[in-house]
């Protein structure tokens, strides 16, 4: 199977910062990867998908890289509303693994 | 609008048996693939299952393997998960997610498909204990 590991597991920032979650995964995926975002007691969401494309309709403020083993999820000009717990999922074989999470909360 | 709805969760104890449902509306669900994936508490997400839109694949977690069953009925534009044998580390809220395909040109007449989950119920809750 395919660990996904996120770092950091929280993070605090601040209204309009530039935050960045890292995403590994134990072996290459090439840039068969997710990121969704998730808020309490609500579904999942998903954001970026192929490593760097953007979901219709998710704020551009939101970007992706990566590719093989190490991936980024960046969100620029951090609002309100992202605060939330962000996880990574690769798709590039089955078992489907999802990364640990990210909290992001608000310092 | 496009839309899943979970239902069937419950409280059961160890051993016992509950059986999901994820009821479809506002697509057309005879050709899209489906996900259940679960969330224990204050866990992170955990993938559960998979059936391709036809019924004609099924994977499944090593964790769950030969006590899960996932199914479908295009007809009723239901999909269903069969969970046998509960432990109480199956205690968590059960997601089904329905699967959006992606295709790029990574050179010409070359093409990718990327999958991920784009549409996601709100969820029903299990909890196995004694």
């Known amino acids: 199977d395919i660990q996904m590991t996120q770092s950091p597991s929280s993070l605090s920032a601040s209204i309009g910062d530039r935050v960045t979650i890292t995403c590994r995964a134990s072996?290459?995926?090439?840039?068969?990867l997710n990121w969704y975002q998730q808020k309490p007691g609500k579904a999942p969401k998903v954001l970026i998908y192929a490593a760097s494309s953007l979901q219709s309709g998710v704020p551009s403020r939101f970007s992706g890289s990566g590719s093989g083993t190490n991936f980024i999820l960046t969100i620029n000009n951090l609002q309100p509303e992202d605060f939330a717990t962000y996880y990574c999922q690769q798709s590039y074989s089955t078992p489907l693994t999802f990364g640990g999470g990210t909290k992001v909360e608000i310092k | 609008q496009v839309q899943l709805v979970e239902s069937g969760g419950g409280v059961v104890q160890p051993g016992g048996s509950l059986r999901l449902s994820c009821a479809a509306s506002g697509f057309n669900f005879s050709k899209y693939d489906i996900h259940w994936v679960r969330q224990a508490p204050g866990k992170g997400l955990e993938w559960v299952a998979f059936?391709?839109?036809?019924?004609?694949?099924?994977y499944y977690a090593d964790s769950v393997e030969g006590r899960f069953t996932i199914s479908r009925d295009n007809s009723k534009n239901t999909l269903y998960l069969q969970m046998n044998s509960l432990r109480t580390e199956d205690t968590a809220v059960f997601y089904c997610a329905k699967v959006a395909i992606k295709t790029m040109a990574i050179r010409p007449g070359s093409y990718s498909y990327y999958y991920f989950m784009d549409v996601w119920g709100m969820g029903t809750t299990v909890t196995v204990s004694s």
């Open positions: 059936i391709r839109y036809d019924g004609g694949t099924k």
């Open positions: 072996q290459s995926i090439s840039n068969y």
